[in-house]
């Protein structure tokens, strides 16, 4: 099992930053890639970020392409996610997860281990 706990989240004026960190902990040595999903208020989680655990390679979706850079601390075996030039759009629950096995960084049946979310609130 693989316990995820995010942290960073709040409520910034539109033009902010905000970095999100994710701490991992149990059996994170089997991690393959960890992601950051995003959910706003009706409707579906949708995918932001990923990173290959080993070699870092980094995938985003188009909406948060050239603001948003993920990354992680193999050490500290945790994953962050800094989001520059934040927009109102961005307000949503943001969860971190993590895969065991290559599959797709972009879908939610990829994952196996979810955090409980951090709220991004950006105000206009």
């Known amino acids: 099992q693989v316990q995820l706990v995010e942290s960073g989240g709040g409520l910034v004026q539109a033009g902010g930053s905000l970095r999100l960190s994710c701490a991992a902990s149990g059996r994170t040595f089997s991690t393959y890639a960890m992601g950051w999903f995003r959910q706003a208020p009706g409707k579906e989680r949708e995918f932001v970020a990923a990173?290959?655990?080993?070699?870092?390679?980094?995938y985003y979706a188009d909406s948060v392409k050239g603001r948003f850079t993920i990354s992680r601390d193999n050490a500290k075996n945790t994953v962050y996610l800094q989001m520059n030039s934040l927009k109102p759009e961005d307000t949503a629950l943001y969860y971190c997860a993590s895969q065991r096995f290559a599959g797709s960084y972009y879908y939610e049946w990829a994952y196996q281990y979810w955090g409980q979310g951090t709220q991004v609130t950006v105000s206009s």
């Open positions: 990173i290959r655990w080993s070699g870092g390679n980094s």
